[in-house]
Structure formats: structure tokens, C-alpha cells
């Protein structure tokens, strides 16, 4: 799984959309969470971008906008892997920090609801104080999880991009791919963390 923001789905030169580009690059299906559209305030759609290897049973789209501020939203999708069912939430959260603390209060409300199965939550929730309201409240229902240091790309040192993952201890190992070819790829280096899932 690949969560990704700010994707642009204007048309490349070769007359396919960015989105597009990246699911046929890599082979995985590409579930789009737009949040800024063409022609309502952009000039193409943008916003979220989940990329799977695995089969995607359900797609479910949360609404994180705030009156004011930057459309932002969650994507929402149950994935098959081995063992079952994975509940996958890639989210973007804003600049502010009223605007993340209504967005964290909201998408933990959605999260509420009962689903057995195991979760992950991830993607740029642009806190970087460790110890504001918002990532309190994440930390109180996902529990701890280490934040290594993925912004600027150049020089890493604020911990902007996170994941966290339900049931507690089933994600093994998070870490900031630094290397030649993601520092000039985007101003945050990618962040990757390994699950051992019940089941395999």
C-alpha cells in the first residue's frame, strides 16, 4: 500500500493523468480521494491518492474539510491481504492548528464505528509539535508509534508523516527511506513501515 498526496490529475504529456501514470507504473490499483475538483477553485482535480497490491473490497471516503481552509478528506478502503481484511485510512490533514484538531476529533469519530478487523492509518498529518492536542488524541486511541524525521527531504528533521496501526504491536518497524533517487522526488522522503498481521 502507498498513500500519497497533493496528487496532481492534470494530463501529462502523454495524455494520461498523473494518477494513472503511477497505477500503471507500478501495477497497483489506484483509489482516488479528490478533494479539490476542476473548476471548483482548481485547475485540475486534486488531493489523495491510495496505491494497492492487494484486491480493494470497499472504498469509503471521509470529509475532513473545514469552512475556511483547504478542502481535505481521508480515504477510507478494506483491502484483502493475507489473513483477512485490512481497513486502510490515507489522510492529509492541514496547515493550521485548529483546522487538524476539528480534522483529528472528526476522523477518529469516523473510526469509532465497529470493524473487526485490523487498521492502519497513515499519510502527511503535518503536526510537528509532538506533544499538540491532535497527536495526543492519536496516540491515546492507536497507542505509540515512532516518527522518524521525513521533512524537508533535503535535510529531514520535523516528523510530519506518520502511521499507526490497530491491534497494538502489529506494526513491527517505521522508517524514512533516504537515498539519491527520494530526495529529489518530492520535499518529504517516503516513510515505510512493516505490519505482522494475525493470519500472515
Same mark, same amino acid.
Given at each position: 500500500?502507498?498513500? !500519497?498526496?497533493?496528487?496532481?490529475?492534470?494530463?501529462?504529456?502523454?495524455?494520461?493523468?498523473?494518477? *494513472?501514470? %503511477?497505477?500503471?507504473?507500478?501495477?497497483?490499483?489506484?483509489?482516488?480521494?479528490?478533494?479539490?475538483?476542476?473548476?471548483?477553485?482548481?485547475?485540475?482535480?486534486?488531493? +489523495?491518492? %491510495?496505491?494497492?497490491?492487494?484486491?480493494?473490497?470497499?472504498?469509503?471516503?471521509?470529509?475532513?474539510?473545514?469552512?475556511?481552509?483547504?478542502?481535505?478528506?481521508?480515504?477510507?478502503? *478494506?483491502?484483502?491481504?493475507?489473513?483477512?481484511?485490512?481497513?486502510?485510512?490515507?489522510?492529509?490533514?492541514? %496547515?493550521?492548528?485548529?483546522?487538524?484538531?476539528?480534522?483529528?476529533?472528526? !476522523?477518529?469519530?469516523?473510526?469509532?464505528?465497529?470493524?473487526?478487523?485490523? !487498521?492502519?492509518?497513515?499519510?502527511?498529518? +503535518?503536526?510537528?509539535?509532538?506533544?499538540?492536542?491532535?497527536?495526543?488524541?492519536?496516540?491515546?486511541?492507536?497507542?505509540?508509534?515512532?516518527?522518524?524525521?521525513?521533512?524537508?527531504?533535503?535535510?529531514?528533521?520535523?516528523?510530519?508523516?506518520?502511521?499507526?496501526?490497530?491491534?497494538?504491536?502489529?506494526?513491527?518497524?517505521?522508517?524514512?527511506?533516504?537515498?539519491?533517487?527520494?530526495?529529489?522526488?518530492?520535499?518529504?522522503?517516503?516513510?515505510?513501515?512493516?505490519?505482522? %498481521?494475525?493470519?500472515?
Amino acid at each position: 500500500m502507498v498513500a !500519497l498526496q497533493e496528487v496532481d490529475a492534470s494530463p501529462l504529456g502523454r495524455g494520461t493523468f498523473q494518477m *494513472d501514470y %503511477l497505477a500503471e507504473a507500478t501495477g497497483y490499483t489506484a483509489i482516488p480521494g479528490t478533494t479539490i475538483y476542476a473548476g471548483s477553485g482548481g485547475d485540475c482535480d486534486f488531493g +489523495n491518492v %491510495l496505491l494497492s497490491a492487494y484486491p480493494v473490497t470497499a472504498v469509503r471516503h471521509i470529509d475532513l474539510s473545514i469552512d475556511g481552509y483547504e478542502p481535505r478528506g481521508a480515504i477510507d478502503a *478494506d483491502v484483502r491481504v493475507a489473513g483477512g481484511l485490512l481497513r486502510v485510512v490515507a489522510t492529509h490533514l492541514g %496547515l493550521r492548528h485548529r483546522e487538524r484538531a476539528a480534522q483529528v476529533r472528526r !476522523l477518529l469519530g469516523a473510526l469509532e464505528e465497529a470493524y473487526p478487523r485490523p !487498521l492502519v492509518l497513515l499519510g502527511d498529518i +503535518n503536526e510537528w509539535w509532538p506533544w499538540s492536542r491532535s497527536l495526543r488524541r492519536l496516540r491515546e486511541r492507536f497507542g505509540p508509534s515512532p516518527a522518524p524525521p521525513a521533512f524537508p527531504a533535503a535535510s529531514p528533521v520535523l516528523a510530519l508523516d506518520r502511521i499507526w496501526a490497530r491491534p497494538r504491536g502489529v506494526l513491527r518497524k517505521i522508517w524514512a527511506v533516504r537515498s539519491p533517487a527520494t530526495r529529489p522526488a518530492s520535499d518529504h522522503l517516503p516513510v515505510m513501515g512493516c505490519l505482522d %498481521l494475525p493470519g500472515g
